[in-house]
Structure formats: structure tokens, C-alpha cells
Nanobody, 115 residues
Framework: QVQLVESGGGLVQAGGSLRLSCAAS????????MGWYRQAPGKQRELVAR???????NYADSVKGRFTISRDNAKACLYLQMNSLKPEDTAVYYC?????????WGQGTQVTVSS
């Protein structure tokens, strides 16, 4: 059973930074795709950033230039460095991992950005 555990969320002022971590219970080399999603109150869950097994990355337009996704295979961890945070970044952030055809999710970590 794959487990993903997020950490690093919290309360930060606008313009600040946070680094989210996602620890996997097994080697992340086996995943085809890993990514971060977020869900704000009353809104649908949306893709924030993802990294493909070959190393290529994709970002939502709203976070390009501010967020950076990375992974450490040795530590079986996925990261999301978030800079220049805005109040509209407030949401629960979820770690996702795909090993076709299966899809795995963490429990989420709250990020709150105050104005």
C-alpha cells in the first residue's frame, strides 16, 4: 500500500515562502508522474505542478515563476517550493503519485496566506 504524507503547510503573510514536502512509503522512482494539487473552499481541486518520470515539469499558469517542484529519489520525497505567496494561494495542498493505472493521494496540508 502506497502512503504519501505531506508536511510544511502553515500560515504565512503575503509575499512569504513555504516549502511543502511529500514523503512516500516506497521508492518514488516507480511513479510515472508526481504532482501537487490544491483545493480552495468551494472550488474544484486543481493541478499546481507536476513532474514526469523523465524529469520534465508542468505548472499552472497562476504559479509559474513563483513555485518550483522537485524530487529527491534517495529520500523518496517530493517538494514544492512556494515563493511570493498570495492570498489566492490559500488552499489545502495534496500530493499525488501515479503508477499506471493507479493513482495515490496524500491527506493534504493547509496553506493559508494572509494579506
Amino acid at each position: 500500500q502506497v502512503q504519501l504524507v505531506e508536511s510544511g503547510g502553515g500560515l504565512v503573510q503575503a509575499g512569504g515562502s513555504l516549502r511543502l514536502s511529500c514523503a512516500a512509503s516506497l521508492s518514488i522512482r516507480s511513479f510515472n508522474v508526481m504532482g501537487w494539487y490544491r483545493q480552495a473552499p468551494g472550488k474544484q481541486r486543481e493541478l499546481v505542478a507536476r513532474i514526469i518520470s523523465g524529469g520534465s515539469t508542468n505548472y499552472a499558469d497562476s504559479v509559474k515563476g513563483r513555485f518550483t517542484i522537485s524530487r529527491d529519489n534517495a529520500k523518496a520525497c517530493l517538494y514544492l517550493q512556494m515563493n511570493s505567496l498570495k492570498p489566492e494561494d490559500t488552499a489545502v495542498y495534496y500530493c499525488n503519485a501515479v503508477r499506471y493505472p493507479n493513482d495515490y493521494w496524500g491527506q493534504g496540508t493547509q496553506v493559508t496566506v494572509s494579506s
